[in-house]
């Protein structure tokens, strides 16, 4: 499993464009599959802290409901969540880095 969130693709989320949706919906998914992984090797408690206790997972769920334009949010709401989800990624990063090494694939 692929733990490093922010990449190449990773910007496009804050785009309005088709580019941020399809990013979005696969960092969502890779959000949700890294959870599992974490959960799996350690516990819900550590998936939990790991990834904001679901503040990030929400976050992108948001950016999605923006770019597929549900809802009365429009861009600035979509530079909100996308800058929350950014923050959440790094910090997720950075905890894995320190806490969780092996779990990182190079």
Known sequence: MNMRLIDDAWPTIGY???QGL???????EQ??????????????HA???????GLLERALER?????????DLDS???AIFFHYANKA???AESMLQRELPHLIEI
């Open 16 to 18: 309005t464009n088709g």
């Open 22 to 28: 399809q990013a979005a919906r696969a960092k969502l």
């Open 47 to 53: 998936a939990d802290g790991v990834l904001a206790d």
């Open 63 to 71: 950016c999605i409901q923006i770019h597929e334009g549900k809802g």
């Open 89 to 91: 990624a790094e910090e």
């Open 76 to 78: 600035t709401d979509l």
């Open 31 to 44: 959000v949700r599959g890294m959870h599992s992984a974490i959960a799996a090797d350690q516990d819900q």
